[in-house]
Each structure stands twice: as C-alpha cells, then as structure tokens.
C-alpha cells in the first residue's frame, strides 16, 4: 500500500531563518505531488504542484519555493522566513493521468515563526 | 468546479449510522464528488468519491441521488473516533494536477 511521510511534524522557527520541509511517498510511481497550506480557520491554499521531477508549477507567488529532486520527494523551501509564512502545511500525492484518483494527505507540519 | 453546501454540525450517537448530506446542485457531468474528513491537528483524509453510481467501501457509503443535485455520506457504524470536519468536494475529473478546495465542512461529533 502507498504511504506518504512528512516531517518534522512541527517547527518553530525565527523570522528570516530558512526551511525545509520534506515529504516522501512510498508504494507509488511516478505520482502528482502538491504543497498546500492550510491557514487557522481556513481552506487548503496550493502552493505548489509538481508531475514530474523537476517539473514545478507554482500556484502563488511568494518567498516559498518546491522542488522534486526524486521522483517520490518533494521539497517546500525558503532562503527568508516571513511571519505570515505560519501555518499548516501539507504534502499530498495523486495518481497521475486518472484525473478522478484523489489526493491522498500526509500528517502535515505545524509550522511557528516567531 | 461547483459550489457545495453543507450543513454546519451534526451529532450522532456512538453506533448509530451518520448520515451526511452535501448539495452541489449546480454540478456538471464531468464533475465527480468526493468526501473528506479532517481530524484537528491532522493532514485531510480521503473516504469517498463517486460520478454517479451509489460507492461502498471499508469506510463508508456514498449515495448520489439521480440528478446527481445532492450526495450523502453514510459512516453506518460510528465509533467516537469518527469525530471529524466531514468536507464534500466537487471536482471536475482531468489528467492534470488539480486543486482540492474545501468548503466550511460539517463537523460531526459523535456522542458516547
């Protein structure tokens, strides 16, 4: 069965420290991979989606970038933390090419800047 | 992709049936329905999702009426872990990335 990890669950971190946050899938080829935030009392925002390795798609620009370096790890980064970078964020895979497959979530990472 | 309403809360006793209900009644015919639940402080998890026929699975069953207007999730035995954020969702099924926008949900607390 597949099984998506990330960590750390949570972080505190100061303002314009850098991140990293790291998301791995087993059990699957070649899946969609999304970054999505999810702010206290509100929806899920996509931040960042990608199909393939090195394919990234951007959803909305801010300080925050993703990469794919492996075909199962995506990577949420930022060179300068800002505080309104707090919040729930969460990695997500999806069986690509059946467009109906759903997306499957992982824990999330509770993230604090301070 | 569709608009889909939900009722805000609802209670149900530990081992009755859960009946959620969703009205997406402006629903297109490429559009599936999929039902997700949120425990606080935890990443979404999938439960459901159907086009047009009635699904069953380990974890519920979803009924969609005929005109496709209104769905309902049915968890037929809930235990007090089934205490959830309960997200209807509507999505126009493609090959690409598509992203999943939930609603105010129902928050179903199920009673001892």
């Known amino acids: 069965s597949q099984t998506i990890h990330q960590w750390p669950a949570t972080l505190v971190q100061p303002v314009g420290s850098p991140l990293s946050l790291e998301c791995t899938v087993e059990g699957t080829s070649n899946p969609n991979l999304y970054w999505y935030r999810q702010a206290a009392g509100r929806g899920l925002q996509l931040l960042f989606y990608?199909?393939?390795?090195?394919?990234i798609s951007s959803e909305v620009p801010q300080n925050l970038s993703a990469s794919r370096p492996q075909d199962r790890q995506f990577i949420l980064s930022s060179k300068k933390l800002l505080l309104s970078d707090s919040g729930f964020y969460l990695c997500?895979?999806?069986?690509?090419?059946?467009?109906?497959?759903?997306?499957?979530f992982g824990d999330g990472t509770r993230l604090s800047i301070l | 992709d569709a608009k889909t309403t939900q009722p805000t809360s609802m209670d149900c006793a530990e081992g009755r049936a859960a009946n959620l209900p969703c009205n997406h009644s402006?629903?297109?015919?490429?559009?599936?329905v999929y039902w997700y639940r949120q425990i606080h402080s935890q990443g979404p998890q999938y439960i459901i999702h159907?086009?047009?026929n009635n699904e069953t699975n380990e974890m519920a069953s979803l009924i969609i009426t005929e005109d496709r207007k209104s769905s309902t999730l049915i968890l037929p035995h809930a235990t007090l872990r089934d205490t959830a954020v309960y997200y209807c969702?509507?999505?126009?099924?493609?090959?690409?990335?598509?992203?999943?926008?939930f609603g105010s949900g129902t928050q179903l607390t199920v009673l001892p």
């Open positions: 159907g086009l047009k």
């Open positions: 990608s199909v393939g390795i090195g394919q």
């Open positions: 997500a895979w999806s069986v690509q090419g059946l467009g109906n497959q759903p997306q499957h």
């Open positions: 402006t629903i297109s015919g490429n559009e599936y």
């Open positions: 969702i509507v999505l126009i099924s493609s090959g690409s990335a598509r992203q999943l926008t």
